[in-house]
């Protein structure tokens, strides 16, 4: 293939993937607009409960990463019969951790929230929006499926028509109806729960097409725990350091919390926008490999690097000149404003080491090298702990360096096995 072939495939999955993508960092940035009116403490109760929530969420993304890659590895050995096997297993198992998680999370919600710090309103968001866990991590497998499947366009549509229903329900129910935060995530609950819907019927029809069955395979979903618990870990890891890094902003006051809140969720923002190219290495790769072409496999990664590196270069020029106007989005206070400034123009500054590091890391899952991907995770978050020590009590734009050394680490280990090309292993399944 060649360079524009190459890049045709990757735009036509990573166009779709962003725009799905970017509907979760809109979702907390819509919500932390919104919430904004109600004042600082709420605004930093969202900031804890938000945190919290991804925390729990996030670590079962291996549910859309891992699907992604073990059905575009079917699809690349020509079987869509056992592809949507796949996907539907893990749809019933995206089912049992989000029902695990409401029984679990609900009593937990205080002692979850008061790891960052005392919040009332952290406690009432946060099990309003642990309802909506089935629902979430339903829309992760079934992301997995249609994106392993070579579709991102439903996805996109899913995500802009629940990005829409979350907005104006967040409206309705904090502003007119003055719920307060609870509003805002019983609106994020119905919305995503909804998208679930969608992603049901939606893969119903693919099994009815290519004639796989709809019932529970055991074997499947133990299969499917087994292929993920290396990617848990991987996120885990992951997971952990944004937590630390949220606890570190919480114990620095009211303010300070709350410019880390908004921060991220920007930092977030253009984390999806480089993850789009990311879940289309992902979906590539696991075709390339399981059709057993390593050389596309190769070509398509250094593509994939490029887009990847001038992607999060634009973005941060972009943030730059936007970072003027972006407190006033957010009603801040002039104290939130002040800090928001000072943690922007570092996210500003990091955002050329998330390209390639983003990009390598979705190369890595769609190779299904889920193993070195977790030993990775443990390195990088182990560099990360002095970094946060260093940061306590020194200011949101040291912390916020921290996370940079954080992800300058994460390229280093990604990039030295990217080089060894021991990842390059083909077949439909590894």
Not at 42 to 50: P, W
Not at 323 to 329: S, V
Not at 377 to 387: E, H, Q
Request: overall charge positive; charged content about 10%; proline content about 3%.
């Amino acid at each position: 293939m060649d360079k524009r072939k190459h890049d045709r495939e990757i735009l036509h999955l990573a166009v779709p993937a962003f725009g799905a993508l970017v509907a979760e960092p809109l979702f907390l940035l819509s919500d932390a607009a919104i919430v904004g009116r109600l004042g600082t403490a709420q605004q930093a109760g969202l900031t804890i409960a938000g945190q919290a929530l991804t925390t729990l969420i996030g670590v079962c993304v291996f549910l859309a990463y891992a699907t992604t890659a073990a059905v575009a590895r079917q699809v690349g050995a020509g079987d869509l019969r056992y592809a949507t096997r796949q996907g539907i297993d893990g749809l019933w198992l995206a089912l049992a951790i989000g029902v695990t998680l409401i029984a679990v999370g609900l009593p937990m919600s205080p002692a979850i929230v008061g790891f960052f710090g005392d919040n009332a309103y952290a406690v009432e968001y946060l099990r309003v929006s642990l309802l909506g866990a089935p629902g979430m991590l339903v829309v992760l497998a079934g992301t997995g499926v249609l994106r392993g499947l070579q579709n991102g366009r439903v996805p996109l549509y899913v995500s802009v028509g629940m990005f829409t229903a979350n907005l104006i329900l967040n409206v309705l129910f904090v502003l007119v109806f003055g719920w307060g935060i609870a509003g805002s995530a019983w609106g994020t609950v119905t919305a995503q729960t909804g998208g679930a819907l969608v992603y049901l019927v939606a893969v119903l029809r693919l099994a009815r097409r290519h004639g796989a069955s709809l019932r529970p395979d055991w074997r499947g979903l133990r299969a499917a725990v087994t292929s993920g618990f290396a990617l848990v870990i991987r996120t885990v890891t992951l997971q952990a350091t944004l937590v630390l890094a949220t606890r570190v902003a919480a114990q620095q006051g009211t303010d300070t919390a709350a410019a880390y809140g908004i921060s991220s969720r920007i930092w977030l923002l253009s984390s999806f926008v480089l993850d789009a190219v990311a879940i289309a290495g992902q979906s590539l790769l696991g075709r390339h490999l399981g059709a057993g072409d390593q050389k596309a496999a190769r070509e398509v990664t250094r593509r994939m690097l490029w887009w990847g590196f001038f992607t999060s270069c634009g973005f941060g020029v972009l943030l730059l000149a936007a970072i003027p106007w972006i407190p006033g989005l957010f009603d801040a206070s002039p104290e939130v404003s002040a800090l928001l400034v000072q943690a922007l123009l570092v996210v500003a500054l990091i955002q050329p080491i998330g390209g390639p590091t983003f990009v390598l890391d979705g190369v890595l899952i769609g190779a299904g090298d889920m193993k070195y991907l977790a030993w990775a995770g443990v390195l990088t978050l182990a560099a990360f702990l002095p970094a946060a020590h260093l940061a306590s009590g020194h200011g949101i734009a040291v912390l916020w360096l921290a996370l940079g050394w954080w992800m300058l680490v994460r390229l280093l280990t990604l990039g030295a096995r990217a080089r060894t090309g021991a990842w390059l292993v083909t077949g439909a399944t590894r």
